[in-house]
């Protein structure tokens, strides 16, 4: 049986990484086997290009940006996503391709409609079971990110930049219900984690019970 793929999103700040072991903890007690993979990474030639994409100092303009994300996901969905999800694994990835749509699309203001057709031609159909969006406040954001390390390339964008990027996340979640569920981020750890775990009982429950089975 196919495995599904899990996909964390959220703008900086909102706890991605406390977060993502309370997912792969939950997803393993129930009886999956999980690789855990992020992007842009996840193989060889992804980390690099996340190097290059997050640490130069040189700039890159939205369009070459769009095409290395999908470059490094071209790489990442053959080499890692796609035979894990054959051989029944569940993957859950530290950003995919919504983080296109809303940082480059909407951040960058490249829009939806060009973003399609590289997702279409990269990915051909495979896509996100499900995604988790971590919603806070930018106040809630930037508290967090202040205890951070130094900021890299995207992270010292503005206000406005992270308000568009918040706003196409959540325009893809209005538009892919079904799929993409938002999560308040804003209280503390315990209570997120709490809704985290409430979710993926109703979004994965019946998957892992299959996969269980079989
Ligand atoms: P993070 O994984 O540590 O959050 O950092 C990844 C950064 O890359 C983050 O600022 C979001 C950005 N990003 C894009 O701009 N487009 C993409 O398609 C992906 C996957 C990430």
Known sequence: MRGRLITLEGVEGVGKSTLLPVIKEFLIEQGAEVVHTREPGGTELGEQLRDVLLNTDQEIVPKAELLLMFAARAQHAEK???????????????????????????????????????????LEGLNADLTLLL??????SLERTKKRRELDRIETEGDEFFA????????????????IKIIDANPDFETVANSVRAQLTTSCGQWLDAAVET
């Open 164 to 179: 568009r990027v918040k706003l196409a996340y959540l325009d893809r979640a209005a538009t892919y219900p079904d799929r």
């Open 135 to 140: 919603d806070a406040t930018r106040e809630t």
């Open 80 to 122: 890692v996503i796609a035979p894990a999800l054959a051989e029944g694994k569940w993957v859950l990835c530290d950003r995919f391709t919504d983080a296109s749509f809303a940082y480059q699309g909407g951040g960058r203001e490249l829009g939806a409609e060009r973003i399609g057709i590289i997702e279409n031609w990269v």
